[in-house]
């Protein structure tokens, strides 16, 4: 499971890097849940809790309707 998220996460980590950001995947958890580090301009970001949730939560959840959430850590 935690490659499937690696390369959702490839695919949004172009238009995080645009903006000066980044995301790491630091852990899916057994009861699926994803844990990510957002990183650079992302992580004191005021929109990085709707970057995190309405992005990466969505794109993932859609393409891996197994996962429940992603959550920052």
């Known amino acids: 499971m935690k490659e499937k998220v690696q390369e ?4 949004i980590r172009p ?7 980044d995301v ?3 852990e899916v958890t057994d009861d699926n849940v ?6 650079g ?3 004191g970001c005021p929109m990085s809790q709707m970057t995190l949730k ?4 969505r794109l ?3 393409e ?9 850590v």
């Open 54 to 57: 309405n992005g990466i939560e």
């Open 41 to 43: 301009a992302c992580k």
């Open 64 to 72: 891996l309707p197994q996962i429940k959430s992603v959550e920052a």
């Open 24 to 26: 790491e995947l630091v």
């Open 8 to 11: 959702v996460l490839e695919k």
């Open 34 to 39: 994803v844990k990510v580090q957002l990183q």
């Open 15 to 21: 238009s995080l890097q645009a903006d000066g950001g």
């Open 60 to 62: 993932i959840m859609q």
